[in-house]
């Protein structure tokens, strides 16, 4: 447990909001440049996010507005518009059309899982577990999450990684840690 503590507490010191505790903050973080509010659901704040368009227009897309709307609870690893950018060209547009509804819809639930699961718990996961925990998501996807230096990085199943850059981004029906890279299933 003292090792949990100690990577919880170099996450606070070393990546700043990225991983904060979460019990001793009293606001959510800043994201996008827009105030989160713990009292809205996931798409209530994420539309108010300006790093996180393309992931509103894609949850539009799929048809999972309903859905991240209701109670939940969530965890969402949220990729920022700038990891949707790093998409080999075309990729979002090819997405975003109807007729890839299915796996625009794959990839988003790839980056939901189905339980509120704050830092600092996913930290002792990923120790208890020696160091690498999977995930199931709702998308039926395995993610592997570690810690890498002092942040957290999420392995999806192609070997992709991602960074959690603003952690503990509490809602209504759950929680955001916003990543850096688009998380892909398999297939």
């Not at 108010?48 to 965890?75: C, K, R």
């Not at 570690?146 to 759950?174: F, L, P, R, Y």
């Amino acid at each position: 447990m003292q090792l949990v503590k100690t990577l919880a507490l170099g996450f606070t010191l070393a990546a700043g909001t990225a991983f904060a505790g979460s019990h001793a903050a009293k606001e959510n973080p800043m994201v996008g440049g827009a105030k989160m509010m713990a009292d809205m659901n996931i798409v209530e704040n994420a539309v108010n996010s300006a790093d996180h368009t393309t992931l509103v227009a894609a949850v539009g897309a799929a048809g999972l507005v309903e859905t991240l709307q209701s109670e939940g609870p969530f965890t969402v690893f949220a990729p920022t518009n700038a990891a949707f950018d790093a998409l080999p060209a075309g990729t979002v547009d090819t997405l975003l059309k109807p007729e890839n509804k299915e796996m625009l819809t794959k990839i988003l639930t790839c980056h939901v899982v189905a339980a509120d699961v704050m830092s600092e718990a996913l930290v002792g996961m990923i120790s208890d577990a020696d160091g690498a925990y999977d995930i199931e998501t709702v998308g039926g996807c395995t993610l592997t999450a570690m810690v890498e230096g002092e942040m957290v990085k999420i392995k999806d199943e192609k070997g992709g990684m991602a960074t959690v850059t603003i952690a503990d981004v509490k809602q209504s029906n759950g929680v955001i840690h916003v990543i850096d890279a688009v998380l892909l299933p398999a297939e």
